[in-house]
């Protein structure tokens, strides 16, 4: 048990003012000192009134609480107190000079016990312990030792030993029928760990099972497969072949997963466009991929109208009309395809969040690495009732899409997302996850309280969001509203997945972007591709099984030690949790100093009145650069530009101060939810 009064004696071989900067700036501390998930300034100092912190405290498989801290900074620069608002506890911190490159710290704690109800049972040696690690990080820290490296693998052997631990725990892999057992393990060695294979491993173990659901009815596994084959047999009476490209622009529905599916099973290149590009884009990508076929949903036919005529368009819409069908080819078509000899590639378009789209050849899974990595953190089981609300043509929804196949979930699809039909339909069909974007989710939460309370979510256990960043407060707002069910899912078209957060986590630390999962690893490097300390920003790096293959009109990222960057930049806390700042491109250097865009718009979320946010970098004549915010306020909310500019300030530095604040009804943002900031500092926004 720990005692009223415990001191802490170090010694760092570092000079006093270069630790006093960050021993006494506790914003610092989360990434130092484990169990310490953020902090966050509520107020300045003045000379009357120390400045006020909320800390999250999150010790090892306890419960998080809020603590709120004030700093009692000495005048003499070498000694500091924190002090628990409520006055039941406290730490007093006094650095010594020993000689130039050497100083002493003496840390007082009064009553730490209270500060979580977990650390009551610890002795006094486990808080020195922490004290001591926290300090040596920052030593770490300040020369420059390479410890932002986070590995959940090892060598070989012991890779494939967790995989198969974990394919067996969730069922994936179990006992069975020895004729469905046989017929699944000659459907993978068929068609490989495709969504061809996944597919048909599932129609061979569960035939009868619902494999898709949408608004149109459902298909078995069964039904899916024969359906498969035989639009795989028809294909080549349209010109596709093994090897040629097909394109389609649809929305999420059954249709869509059997053009995926068959053209896995005819080794063709399917092309999946993203329904938010206009007429020009599609235009540039078609010419750039020629590609034999263009499935499409009938609302898009304006969008493809430049289209070459000898291209065939082929509608995804059941029933007959003035062009050839999905449908029309399958009931015309033989129920047996011969197995190509490379299966066909799934190409998806990365966001163009920043410019124009690239083109990215999805890996083939080797194995059950891939499946594994996502189960060793996301609970997710099997007979899922798996509610996709993410886009099937970006690559989160494609990600869930292949995942339900080896877990033989019942995949729901909607061809729009509403917020109020997203609920209805996870009541109705009693879905047991959700994929989602962050901004579904807000959505979702923007829905009257007496709205969502008309729909039963109960059965949800898990809600897995990717795409791009979830605001603190919206991580937060979701869990109380609906339990602790989160998942944030970090990754790109590039890297398929890098971190997971779980809701434990996201308790401890709202803004993370979590650990990484089984076979994986990630690493914080700077400008020369050499590991950064703990807590240092730098280009978030990641290595797994499943890097893509490249791009088909661009070259690929850099790589360093099998590791490929992101374009993000990060960091890795105390508890080697990652924590992304913001893409490369958005940091901007105002008065010499490195201000990144998010930390601003994570404040603002917190004021009531505001709906959304995003804050872009523009070039300033006297700073450089600046920060300009936009604002989209509540309904009915009062706020101006002078309030913004205040809670900033009071907030961060100075620097991170919008200099202009606009406000508008909504922000622009693609099909996948990303905030389209490039249009907002274009003139004629």
């Known amino acids: 048990m720990l005692s009223d009064v415990i001191d802490v004696d170090v010694l760092l071989e570092l000079p006093r003012h270069a630790i006093w900067e960050y021993l006494s700036d506790p914003e610092w501390y989360p990434r130092f000192f484990r169990g310490m998930g953020t902090c966050e300034r509520l107020t300045e100092a003045e000379p009357d009134r120390p400045a006020v912190y909320a800390v999250r405290v999150a010790p090892p498989h306890a419960e998080a609480v809020n603590l709120g801290l004030r700093a009692v900074i000495g005048r003499n620069g070498s000694d500091f107190t924190l002090e628990s608002v409520d006055g039941s506890s406290f730490v007093s911190v006094r650095l010594f000079e020993v000689n130039e490159n050497m100083t002493r710290i003496v840390a007082t704690f009064f009553k730490a016990a209270q500060i979580h109800p977990a650390l009551m049972k610890n002795e006094n040696a486990a808080l020195t312990a922490w004290t001591r690690e926290g300090l040596q990080r920052i030593e770490d820290f300040l020369t420059g030792k390479p410890t932002s490296i986070v590995s959940n693998s090892g060598d070989y052997r012991s890779v494939q030993l967790s995989v198969a631990k974990t394919m067996v725990k969730t069922g994936v892999v179990r006992a069975a029928r020895p004729d469905r057992g046989i017929k699944q393990l000659n459907s993978l060695a068929k068609w490989g760990f495709t969504l061809a294979g996944g597919f048909a491993a599932a129609a061979a173990r569960e035939p009868k099972t619902i494999a898709l659901a949408d608004r149109r009815g459902s298909l078995t596994f069964a039904e899916l497969h024969e359906r498969t084959n035989r639009l795989a047999a028809a294909l080549p009476g349209v010109g596709v072949t093994p090897g040629s490209t097909v394109a389609i622009m649809a929305r999420n529905h059954a249709a869509m ?347 603002l979320a917190h004021l009531p009145q505001v709906s959304e946010v995003a804050v872009v970098g523009v070039p300033d004549v006297e700073y450089g650069q600046r920060l300009v915010a936009f604002v989209v306020p509540r309904e009915g909310a009062r706020l101006d530009q002078d309030m913004v500019r205040s809670y900033i300030h009071h907030r961060l530095s100075r620097f991170s101060v919008p200099r202009d604040v606009t406000f508008l009804t909504a922000l622009p943002r693609n099909a996948t939810g990303k905030i389209l900031k490039r249009v907002l500092i274009q003139p004629t926004a």
């Not at 163009?352 to 060793?376: C, D, E, Y």
């Not at 959505?443 to 709205?451: E, F, G, Q, S, Y």
């Not at 069910?485 to 970090?490: A, D, H, T, V």
């Not at 374009?567 to 940091?587: K, N, P, T």
């Open 257 to 603: 997963v059997e053009c995926m599916v068959a053209c896995g099973k005819l080794g063709a290149h399917l092309l999946l466009l993203n329904t938010g590009l206009g007429a020009r884009q599609v235009e540039e990508l078609l010419v750039r991929h020629n590609p034999q076929v263009v499935f499409l949903d009938d609302e898009f036919d304006s969008v493809i109208q430049y289209l070459r005529p000898n291209v065939m368009r082929i509608s995804t819409a059941p029933a007959p009309n003035d062009r050839p069908t999905l449908e029309g080819l399958i009931l015309g078509a033989p129920s047996t395809v011969v197995k190509a000899t490379e299966p066909g590639r799934l190409i998806v378009l990365t966001s163009g969040t920043n410019g124009s789209p690239k083109s990215a050849k999805r890996p083939t899974p080797k194995g059950f690495q891939a499946v594994a990595a996502m189960l060793s953190r996301m609970p997710l089981q099997m007979g899922e009732k798996m509610l996709i609300a993410a886009p099937l043509f970006h690559s989160w929804g494609l990600a869930a899409l292949q995942i339900s196949t080896p877990i033989r979930s019942t995949v729901v699809l909607a061809d729009r997302f509403d917020a109020e039909d997203c609920l209805r339909a996870i009541s109705v069909h009693r879905c047991t996850s959700l994929i989602a974007v962050p901004v579904m989710i807000q959505r979702i939460l923007d829905l009257p309280p007496a709205v969502r309370a008309r729909y039963d979510t109960s059965s949800l256990r898990v809600v897995a969001c990717s795409g791009s960043p979830m605001s603190g407060q919206l991580v937060t707002s979701f869990m109380d509203t609906f339990g602790d069910i989160l998942y944030n899912f970090y990754g790109s078209t590039e890297v398929s997945w890098g971190t997971i957060a779980d809701p434990t986590d996201l308790r401890a630390a709202p803004t993370t972007a979590g650990r990484p999962p089984l076979g994986t690893r990630i690493s914080v490097l700077d400008e020369h591709g050499s590991p950064l300390p703990c807590g240092a920003v730098g280009r978030i790096f990641v290595g797994n099984d499943m890097l893509f293959d490249g791009y088909t009109d661009a070259a690929p990222p850099p790589i360093a030690g099998q590791l490929m960057d992101t374009g993000d930049l990060g960091y890795i806390d105390a508890d080697g949790r990652l924590f992304v700042s913001g893409r490369d491109d958005e940091m901007i250097i105002s008065g010499g100093e490195n201000v990144f865009p998010r930390p601003v718009e994570e404040a």
